[in-house]
């Protein structure tokens, strides 16, 4: 048989591709503020209007 395609390993395009930005992307520190889980969950109601009975609607 002659060689084929799937002999050879699958070779990466030059730098990596997109892939390979995203992960460098996803070492960078975050400079924002800080928002852990926490600092999330105060337990007060964020949203601008509660809920009325909070009970699903038939």
Known sequence: MSESDSDK???DPSGGGRRQSDRRKAQVPFDGPDRRKGDR???????????DDGGVED
């Open 9 to 11: 390993p699958a070779a």
């Open 41 to 51: 969950r105060t337990g007060t109601d964020r949203r601008t209007t509660p809920r």
